[in-house]
């Protein structure tokens, strides 16, 4: 039976997502990402469409790398101005009953009790339907606002990543019993309190003695997505994530990266069918083929090739404004995000990339590949996708919003539900029931949250009345 292909929308609370300069475009409403209105009619629309998820970017920092200045990043609305991605969610969970929400926020600044209880308290308003998507930081700019001279080295950040997943764990799954709160009116008890255990943790990078100020929450963790895609950033997938987000500009690219994920997860002692991996994939379709190229030429034509070099560089920490148009883009290691610039430079021997070519790919969709075609064009590709490479899925960056995931939705969702290739209906249940099956609302025995559950002791006496005062 061929698998299923799972879809998420790719956004941000912000102006120029992937696609800078395309805000300019008459039909797009990106300036609107600053009303309510906006975000929960997109949240129907992805419901429409049967989406898995909202995948919410977001950083911390201004992209100032390019021209060593944020001047580009400012003119072409390149991430900022950007909101806050957590404040968009109840809003959209109240029009919706199914859509998850993956959001993503930066560990190297978010002390954990505080966050712990942030995502406890998103779960319990979405019913179930969080995800977090765990990021170190890639921007030197992030560092500094948070009072840092710089960030941490990349493998660095990843080894206190661990530290600050063992502590918030042990919040969400180790401070409340699963069956704590009992509500027991009659005796006048709502939570057990033998129930509830403080937190203890010391290390090198986080000290905590508290206990955790939610009840369990019905996932208890959110669902876990992780992006990186480097040695460090596999081997912390193959430990935590439940869910991973790549890109790469080809199949061939992308499979022997899905192949070392699984392998990473396999390693930590988890099961690697476990993993639920999404590729980023920037899709333009429309009736035919003829006019998705149409569609994609009127877009190019509101491309910022500046915007588009202002993201690279951010996220390679390499300054593209320094380099001729027509130079060859060369590796170089640097303490930001690795696997974009490696998808230029390493990814494919045989293609040797010049500053104007990034700059044209980067523009629409971002590093991703972009699909153009007919409903019937594009799930061919898709198919091929997720056959060849092993993924489940994919993370849909917008060019035009919403209309690319209007378009989505309408056309290229029947085209793949005609082949028994997407779901015509949402399992019941939290995100990751949905991801991954009925009575899975927590996370797996083999995933090391669950090493922190527990349950009180059985007990045939109901709870003492307590005392009144003297």
Avoid at 30 to 55: C, H
Wanted: glycine content about 8%; overall charge negative.
């Amino acid at each position: 039976m061929a698998k299923e292909i799972r879809l998420n929308a790719f956004e941000m609370n912000c102006v120029a997502h992937q696609s800078p300069g395309l805000w300019r475009h008459p039909r797009d409403r990106s300036r609107d990402y600053r009303r309510l209105d906006y975000w929960t009619g997109l949240a129907k629309t992805l419901e429409r469409g049967l989406f898995d998820g909202l995948f919410l970017a977001d950083v911390l920092g201004v992209y100032d790398v390019y021209g060593g200045t944020p001047d580009a990043a400012l003119r072409n609305a390149t991430q900022i101005p950007v909101n806050d991605p957590l404040l968009l969610v109840p809003a959209m969970a109240n029009v919706t009953r199914h859509l998850g929400f993956g959001v993503t926020a930066t560990l190297s600044y978010e002390a954990p009790f505080p966050f712990a209880r942030r995502m406890s308290t998103l779960d319990h308003l979405t019913e179930g339907r969080i995800g977090w998507n765990v990021v170190t930081g890639y921007l030197d700019s992030a560092a500094r606002a948070l009072g840092r001279t710089g960030q941490n080295a990349h493998d660095d950040r990843y080894a206190i990543a661990d530290d600050y997943m063992e502590v918030v764990y042990k919040l969400w799954e180790g401070s409340w019993a699963e069956d704590a709160v009992v509500a027991d009116a009659a005796h006048g008890v709502f939570t057990r309190p033998e129930g509830v255990r403080r937190v203890s943790h010391t290390s090198a990078h986080h000290r905590l003695d508290a206990i955790h100020l939610s009840e369990p929450s019905p996932q208890r963790t959110p669902v876990l997505y992780q992006a990186g895609t480097s040695p460090a950033g596999r081997a912390f997938a193959g430990r935590h994530a439940e869910c991973v987000f790549m890109s790469g500009p080809s199949k061939t690219v992308i499979a022997p990266r899905v192949a070392a994920v699984r392998a990473a997860a396999a390693a930590a002692g988890r099961d690697p069918a476990e993993i639920r991996i999404f590729a980023l994939m920037t899709v333009i379709v429309a009736p035919t083929d003829a006019e998705a190229a149409a569609k994609l030429a009127e877009y190019r034509h509101y491309a910022s090739l500046e915007g588009a070099l202002t993201l690279m560089s951010g996220w390679t920490g390499v300054d593209f404004a320094a380099l001729d148009p027509d130079q060859i883009v060369e590796h170089v290691d640097r303490e930001a995000g690795r696997s974009a610039l490696e998808n230029i430079t390493r990814a494919d021997p045989s293609r040797r990339w010049t500053v104007r070519e990034v700059a044209e790919h980067v523009a629409i969709g971002g590093i991703g590949p972009v699909l153009v075609g007919s409903p019937a064009t594009v799930a061919d590709a898709l198919e091929g996708w997720v056959d060849e490479t092993g993924i489940d899925g994919f993370n849909l960056a917008f060019v035009v919003r919403p209309e690319t995931f209007e378009d989505v939705a309408d056309l290229l969702v029947p085209e793949l539900q005609r082949r028994g290739r997407y779901k015509r209906a949402y399992a019941p249940g939290t995100l990751r029931e949905k991801l991954f099956g009925a009575g899975r609302a927590l996370t797996a025995p083999d995933h090391p949250a669950a090493r922190h559950r527990w349950h009180l002791a059985p007990t045939d006496t109901a709870p003492a009345e307590p005392a009144l005062p003297a």
